[in-house]
């Protein structure tokens, strides 16, 4: 979830200069309209220390209307607050309806940080995250707009920003010798804030990941974002579509990296496409690799740690050839591949995610996925086959499910085969061409095509929402077959070699 | 949750006889009606090893159509099992659409069992919790019905229950030392059962406690329960209420004691209204009590244990006078009354529990709540000021509230003052005639009289579903103001006490 905001946007001044005046307007507008509406509004901003949490409140209350915001700060508990339950200094700085409340730091603040510091055990955390859960949804029923803004910064940022401001004699006093503990702390501040991120990302109390990285985007990102969760609250509560709608619909803005025009970005523009790898040097690799997976699923077989491999991507991304590259290295024993397609008479009858439970390895078995529960919020949202409220809650539930798979020991590892647009194009012409290739291409594929604008926001959500600590993405290079090839292997080696 | 059902109801081998032909005329074609609907329906049957739960399993399968009808057993888990994840086992064994599925032991058993040998930590047993409450609810927003028996035994009717089969030859052997070892472990059992129903029971997915120490009113309660929620999810499905709406729907059955008629019982009718105390005990005994309330306070003080007292009751029910009783033994420094009366402008603009949070007493101090967060499932709900979605999910949001006092360490205490309709009437009149009584009669006070069956009903369900162990109901016999009294101040030294 955080890695995937990791996305390099930047908007230069000039384009904020000339965004801005619009948006500060439409904000007052949308301010003043939730105001009518009589929906009180939370906004948490949460974030490492040197995010510019602050900096980015200070500017969204020149924004709006003082009248009508509430900024809450908690530092340490004060005596009155201490002396009560912990949720009592929250209850007490609630927005009433109508106004907006900013919580810099916020319920978040300290089971995060008492997890980081060890002080308080998973379970714990993970009851206090329920709890969580438990209390922003209670809220929503009854009304209220939630946005949850997390300002990202990645380690290299971080470290960045900490030099910079050191070296700068005005802003030096900004860096503390805490700054640079907390930065040590990195990788484990970042895996419990994630843990915690995904755990309360719900459908009516969004989490949005805003890259903090470049501050004019930071401040856009919110601001726009924050804008049209108004709007569409308001125009919920004009619809009278009910208390626990709005939220709903406040939280149906399409986040994943698309929020600033001028600054757009996704997750797969990341990946690398123009990698390349020589014939024979994939030729010798590959030997290695199906060497290493071989002996690793053997391995795996006696200590009975069984495997689950998941395999999405765009259509002629090169899954079948890939899984067979996989295959050919195992023992037939040991694996099965399972084939998705549409749900049989049987599988309709049931939960969408049964079908998946029925299939999962024994211990020391690996099962390879070719297509799989991610069709929920691929093709079942772009197609429409699943409604809104059905593809929205399915991130939580497909997140506890991989959680359950890792908890019992299972090596989950999980592929989005990336081709660019020319390529497929290319290789679709091809099937159609050639012969034996001819069967692979519909109909289908063509229209899929057409619709790629809704896919890539499709696929960049799911990344964001999926993208775990028990069961991360890999997203592969599949222009070029040989380099998928190896990245594929590459990864499951690694993957199931640190498990054993 | 638990004792709430202990009601002793008991139904006549006639009265059984006399209701089964209709009951099981009627299941059969609610079953084919669900099944039509294509509703999977998943009924849990709980409860303590001896409840008889394998003896109503039996009698239901006889009762219903066999074909739409699976019976799921979990022993120890197979080999096939333990090499999943827990939850494997649980998902094969759902019913598909238009089936019902009964769960003879379920997702309940391990956990509870487990926090009751002590191999599972709190924190752990409620993060499991939590996870069952997501799965349910995942179930039910697919459109599953859910209904969740617990076949309850009090302490006393399970010890019987043992003697007498061991007494009786013919079924000596189903009497065995584990039965005996379980029972010695009742308390232990009997609070992480209700702490699991507590915490799992939601306006999809209700629990119904039956008192199964009678067989026939066991088996009539479950099989009428059964037949209502199936008839109630038929209608939604009829009316394309969409999915997440045919589980509340079903869940609407009412059902503290008064599912099977000729059987009818309410936990009010267990509170002996004819207790009397002389004046002179009386004096005596209050000023006791009024010295150990004074002390007590006084080191609660020095301790800094917070308490809330709740109290609740039928109008004319003697609440003032209780409270004073109970004040002029405080320190006034050290106490506040809150009387809760219409919410002001400022209250209305949040969450209804907003105006509670914000009078909680610091450490140390004490506050007595002349009313409550209660008026939201009592008269919110009897006049319709709360919807029904709105009251339903209000016990979970209450026993959250209250379970977080607890865990601060505040002693919370709760009253409900309970009167014969007869005396009602009696001090009604009372206070037309007396004019210094007049102004505490309005004829709000005579409209909610007409309306007392709606407010049993509601006073039932409040007691069952917010009775828990960390905030227990004192049902207090008030026909007799000083009995009353009396019992109110013991309860509160008893509790105070006990936390110092």
């Known amino acids: 979830m955080l890695k995937s905001a990791e996305l390099g946007l930047k908007v230069s001044k000039d384009a904020y200069d000339r965004q801005l005046p619009k948006l500060r307007l439409d904000l007052l507008q949308a301010h003043w ?105 209670m809220l929503a029923e009854d009304g209220a707009l939630i946005v949850k803004f997390w300002l990202h910064l990645s380690k290299r940022e971080q470290k960045k920003f900490l030099k910079r401001h050191e070296r700068d004699p005005r802003t030096r006093w900004r860096v503390t010798p805490i700054d640079w503990k907390a930065f040590r702390l990195y ?13 309360t990302d719900a459908p009516h109390a969004p989490w949005v990941v805003v890259d903090a990285a470049d501050e004019h985007h930071r401040d856009l990102a919110v601001g726009r974002y924050l804008l049209a969760a108004l709007r569409r609250g308001a125009e919920a509560v004009k619809e009278k579509s009910g208390a626990a709608k709005i939220a709903r619909r406040a939280a149906s803005v399409p986040s994943a990296g698309r929020i600033v025009p001028g600054a757009e970005g996704n997750v797969l523009d990341a990946v690398d496409l123009k990698q390349k790898v020589s014939d024979e040097a994939y030729r010798k690799r590959l030997a290695t690799l199906q060497g290493r997976v071989g002996t690793l699923t053997r391995r795996a077989y006696e200590k009975r740690v069984s495997s689950v491999l998941v395999f999405e991507g765009w259509d002629a991304g090169g899954k079948g050839g890939s899984i067979r590259r996989l295959t050919e290295a195992v023992d037939p024993r040991l694996y099965r591949v399972v084939p998705i397609a549409a749900p049989t008479e049987e599988e309709r009858a049931q ?75 290319r290789r679709f012409r091809e099937r159609q061409r050639v012969g034996f290739k001819k069967h692979k291409i519909t109909d289908e594929d063509w229209r899929n095509r057409n619709k790629s604008e809704a896919y890539f926001a499709a696929v960049s959500d799911m990344v964001a929402r999926t993208d775990t600590p028990s069961a991360r993405w890999t997203l592969v290079a599949a222009n070029d077959k040989k380099v998928a090839r190896l990245q594929i292997l590459e990864t499951f080696v690694r993957n199931l070699s640190a498990a054993l």
């Open 33 to 137: 309209e939730i105001h009518q509406s009589k929906v009180p509004v939370v906004v948490v901003i949460s974030g490492p220390e040197i995010s510019g949490k602050g900096e980015l409140i200070n500017r969204l209350a020149a924004w709006v209307d003082p009248r009508g915001l509430e900024v809450n700060a908690f530092g340490p508990a004060s005596d009155e607050e201490r002396e009560r339950p912990p949720w009592w200094r929250f209850w007490r700085a609630l927005p009433p309806r109508g106004k907006v409340g900013i919580f810099l730091g916020s319920w978040y603040t300290v089971p995060i940080l008492r997890r980081v510091d060890g002080k308080m055990g998973k379970s714990a955390f993970q009851r206090e995250l329920d709890r969580i859960a438990f209390f922003e949804r």
């Open 187 to 199: 990788d484990r501040f970042a895996k419990w804030s994630e843990t915690a991120l995904l755990r």
């Open 351 to 425: 939960h969408y995610l049964w079908r998946f439970w029925r299939h999962l390895p024994r211990d020391g078995r690996v099962t390879i996925f070719d297509r799989s529960w991610y069709g929920r919020v691929l093709v079942e949202r772009v197609e429409g086959f699943a409604k809104p409220e059905e593809w929205e809650r399915a991130y939580l539930e497909i997140n506890d499910f991989e959680e359950q798979l890792a908890e019992h020991g299972t090596v989950v590892v999980k592929y989005w085969l990336h081709i660019s647009p020319e390529e497929q194009l």
